[in-house]
């Protein structure tokens, strides 16, 4: 028998070590749960890998992030021994969110008494308040999945909330020369496959309308996506030249300020936590579905979110402050998207019309 998870705010000093997931939206979309944690008087840390760490040092009811040692792929049983060893009895709760074996093998090793987590890879023996795993068709949105972890049952409404300190943030707008809603974030990267990502010449297409800075953020791996964002807007200006125009003649509001770049390509040049940052003082944010879009939505900035293979109804960037656009949900956009969601990393007909066909003056309209 499945034993209740209950509720150990009842005991006072409840020390509680949260595993976190591996990536970054996910990582955002966990914030509820600690909230509801935090609420009930349990002290939490999270054990969390290196790169997505920045996330939960955004979340002020967390009291410790402890870095793991750990990299993608293998069990690394060493390691996980030697980490254990060094926290053996300081937990009294352990909550896995993420749903692998390797995950739940560390609160086992340190001896952590309770231990919550939904079943899957032959973790039966691993956990102590198991939740079954519901089908993929029944799953719930992702931050209800979390909050479940809980063992609250009110958990439809719960929204992920960020927070930085102030100087933190003028620091990294100092660095970059940045004012606070005195530019546009533009996040073209999605780590699933390209047919998330919506085309970088409408990306490029959309930056050339844009009548402040332009700061293009993504990781070194997305680098490539925002050179070409940022190649295209050159281009679009070099040709405005030779046509014999200036910047003044194309903005005669001089409403860019002469001291900044059309475009501030900052792709694998920040940390994770100067990126967040940055989205928490843009004016505005448009982004694919990814782990950007949800940390704009936990900063509750205004954004645009363009969805393709993959549903808003399942990872919605939850925020007042949130557009999103989906071809699958237009009734008006002809021949209908019969194959959205598909939910793959490419699409399997070739066309990728979910993205294709979201133009820059769609998303400009919005902003």
Request: net charge neutral.
């Amino acid at each position: 028998m499945t034993p209740a998870i209950g509720h150990p705010a009842t005991e006072s000093g409840v020390r509680s070590l949260i595993i976190a997931p591996q990536w970054i939206g996910d990582a955002v979309m966990t914030e509820p749960l600690l909230s509801r944690l935090h609420t009930r008087g349990e002290r939490l840390t999270v054990g969390a890998l290196p790169w997505v760490a920045p996330v939960y040092r955004a979340m002020p009811q967390v009291a410790e992030v402890i870095e793991f040692p750990f990299a993608h792929g293998g069990l690394q049983l060493r390691e996980r021994l030697r980490l254990a060893r060094q926290i053996d009895g300081q937990f009294d709760m352990a909550y896995i969110c993420p749903n692998s074996l390797k995950s739940a093998l560390l609160p086992l090793l340190a001896g952590i008494p309770k231990r919550v987590g939904y079943l899957g890879e032959a973790r039966v023996g691993l956990l102590t308040h198991r939740l079954k795993n519901p089908a993929k068709a029944q799953r719930p949105p992702m931050v209800a999945f979390y909050s479940a972890l809980s063992g609250d049952t009110d958990i439809t409404h719960d929204q992920p909330r960020l927070q930085l300190e102030a100087g933190e943030t003028d620091a990294t707008l100092n660095q970059f020369g940045l004012q606070r809603g005195g530019y546009y974030v533009l996040a073209p990267g999605a780590e699933f496959g390209p047919a998330k990502r919506w085309p970088t010449p409408h990306f490029a297409e959309l930056a050339r309308q844009l009548k402040m800075p332009v700061v293009l953020l993504g990781s070194g791996k997305e680098a490539t996506l925002c050179d070409e964002i940022e190649q295209g807007c050159q281009q679009a200006h070099a040709s405005t030249l030779t046509a014999g125009r200036t910047p003044s003649n194309s903005d005669p509001d001089n409403t860019l300020p002469a001291r900044y770049p059309t475009v501030i390509n900052l792709a694998g040049k920040t940390s994770l936590a100067q990126a967040l940052a940055l989205i928490s003082a843009t004016k505005c944010i448009v982004s694919n579905d990814s782990g950007l879009m949800h940390v704009a939505a936990g900063f509750g900035v205004r954004q645009i979110a363009i969805f393709g293979s993959s549903s808003p109804l399942h990872t919605p960037p939850l925020n007042g402050q949130a557009s999103v656009l989906w071809l699958k949900n237009q009734p008006d956009y002809q021949p209908p998207l019969d194959c959205a969601p598909c939910f793959e990393r490419t699409c399997p007909l070739g066309h990728t019309r979910c993205l294709h066909d979201i133009s820059a003056e769609n998303v400009l309209q919005l902003i």
